[in-house]
């Protein structure tokens, strides 16, 4: 499959390229598209990519491709409504969009939105034994802590090429632009406290909404939100499960911690099901399954497998045979309304203003 990449920058780097690389298997790509020059340039030589550009409409124009990942950061509507106006199939990185009117503007087409963790044969594991045991219903609680150290730290090891080359009027154009949107979302007079929660919501805590999506639908009640410490701080963020239980969310961005750690627990009522999640920058470290059972027996399980090649491999399937992706659009729409009610509880329980999409 020739494909084109959209965003040349750290997950580009450090994930995507070495994958591709070894995925020629099932990937060609033809063209490769980014602000900095020097980032597109870096990209098109490791990837041996002859189209490279600064523009998403002269590469769309060029063609050459059948699919598009898009991977750069920030809010993903436009680029990805552009990419499937043009007959392109999409897999695009996590959050689609930061408002719900982005993704109801989406045309139709083939659109896959990437939450790796999904992908994890672990992850996977653990769906099948909690299929097991009754599903949805036999949850008692969901309970996730997050360890977030810095990003420059998770990516030290990655020697990532530098983007100096991007006009600074074209960066801050784009950031009003991004600033418009949560505006949208959240209302104009939504303050700061609101809108880096709402940051976090879409930009991290999102793969913990896919998981609890995939284990039991998208919570059904937001009861609880607390922020402390100096932002982006620490988030708790709990509620009530569709079927049965609750759940609870507690991420901390702590600077210098030394590695992230994501731990997500399911208890039930005849034991539990540990996930114990490393750095996601780190290809092929794996993701610890520990079962409990009866009598406090323990059984641990851990694959190698890289989630973000799984997904790849998931995403050729479903252009070319039409397996379904893990989240499409709607997918990806119940994670934006779930960020949206995180930030609307907040703002109800400290009686700051909250309006637009989030209203």
């Not at 199939?89 to 963790?117: I, Q």
């Amino acid at each position: 499959m020739k494909i084109a990449l959209v965003g040349c920058g750290a997950v580009t780097q450090a994930v995507y390229a070495p994958l591709l690389s070894r995925r020629r298997d099932l990937f060609e790509v033809t063209a490769v598209c980014d602000l900095s020059r020097t980032l597109a340039d870096a990209a098109g030589d490791r990837l041996g990519a002859p189209g490279r550009y600064t523009s998403l409409d002269a590469m769309l124009e060029a063609g050459g491709f059948e699919a598009v990942l898009v991977l750069a950061s920030g809010s993903h509507g436009d680029t990805v409504r552009r990419a499937l106006a043009a007959g392109h199939a999409v897999l695009c990185e996590k959050p689609l969009a930061l408002t719900r009117a982005e993704v109801a503007e989406l045309p139709e087409g083939r659109l896959m939105v990437g939450y790796m963790k999904q992908y994890d044969p672990a992850v996977r594991r653990a769906g099948k034994l909690l299929a097991g045991l009754g599903g949805p219903d036999a949850i008692r609680s969901v309970e996730v802590t997050v360890l977030h150290p810095s990003g420059d730290s998770q990516l030290a090891f990655a020697n990532l090429t530098q983007a100096r080359d991007v006009p600074a009027d074209l960066l801050a154009t784009l950031r009003a632009r991004e600033e418009a949107l949560v505006s949208r979302a959240l209302g104009e007079e939504a303050p700061a406290p609101v809108r880096d929660l709402y940051a976090i919501a879409l930009g991290s805590v999102c793969h913990d909404l896919s998981l609890l999506r995939g284990f039991t639908g998208s919570p059904a009640e937001i009861g609880h939100v607390e922020t402390w410490g100096d932002a982006p701080g620490s988030v708790e963020i709990s509620g009530r499960l569709p079927a049965a239980g609750r759940f609870s969310i507690r991420w901390h961005y702590l600077e210098d911690y030394p590695a992230y750690r994501e731990t997500v627990v399911i208890h039930h009522d005849a034991g539990s099901l540990e996930l114990v999640f490393p750095s996601p920058y780190l290809m092929n470290a794996p993701t610890v399954l520990t079962e409990v059972s009866g009598g406090e027996s323990r059984a641990e399980w851990r694959e190698v497998t890289e989630a973000f090649e799984v997904q790849l491999a998931a995403f050729h399937a479903f252009v070319t045979d039409g397996t379904p992706p893990l989240t499409d659009r709607a997918g990806a729409l119940e994670d934006i309304v779930t960020a949206q009610r995180i930030a609307a509880r907040y703002a109800v329980q400290h009686d700051l203003p909250i309006g637009g999409e989030a209203a």
